[in-house]
């Protein structure tokens, strides 16, 4: 796998050809590797919400401000943060460390203080926001891993995340949108795919102190 090359030929695909559609295997593979990013503490203060359904990503078209690749991907994933971030679910990640690296709880007490102290001092907008810092993270992995596996995606982040929090009743599994991918195969008729792509020059982007 030539990565940079990968990384060259991926882009933000405005249209998918529905006569190509991913299967349930393909998706759960790419949602296998970003589950692998980095993440502050690793507590992944997120979940990935998968929408397969053509009806429902037809309902959130108009919620994102009418982009019809909504529509004809073949999946829609959604990167929602969690918003029961407290005490219990630090106590759920550290039996959960406990039990993947075969070690005590009470070996972790120091570093559970550590994280509930890191959560308290932390009100509910900062904690969206640190939840969101560590979407954003997640969606780069994703995005590499679609580029991996010739798979084509675009992030979203123009949409309506209250309309979409509706439709997809995710208050009630304690979770707020905060960016969305859309993901299938490019149509052959889509533009941008042909369009040479855009970035600054190394030498730039790079500050040396």
Not at 1 to 13: D, G, I, P
Not at 103 to 116: G, T
């Amino acid at each position: 796998m030539n990565l940079e090359k990968l990384l060259n030929q991926r882009y933000s695909v405005k249209k998918f050809d529905e006569t190509k559609r991913l299967t349930d295997e393909q998706v759960k593979n790419i949602l296998k590797l970003t589950n692998l990013s980095a993440s502050s503490y690793g507590m992944q203060p997120f979940k990935m919400v998968i929408v397969k359904e053509k009806e429902v990503k037809q309902k959130l078209v108009a919620s994102s401000y009418g982009q019809t690749n909504i529509a004809d991907s073949s999946y829609l994933i959604v990167f929602a943060a969690r918003t029961d971030i407290d005490e219990n679910f630090v106590g759920n990640y550290i039996g959960h460390i406990a039990k993947q690296r075969n070690v005590s709880i009470e070996s972790l007490s120091s570093f559970r203080k550590m994280l509930v102290n890191y959560i308290n001092n932390k009100d509910e907008k900062a904690l969206f926001t640190w939840a969101s810092q560590q979407i954003y993270i997640a969606l780069g992995t994703f995005l590499i891993a679609c580029a991996s596996e010739n798979i084509d995606a675009c992030p979203i982040g123009g949409f309506i995340p209250s309309e979409y929090d509706k439709i997809l009743k995710l208050e009630k599994h304690n979770l707020k949108p905060v960016v969305v991918s859309v993901m299938g195969y490019r149509h052959k008729d889509d533009s941008y795919q042909f369009k040479a792509k855009v970035r600054k020059p190394l030498n730039e982007m790079i500050l040396k102190l």
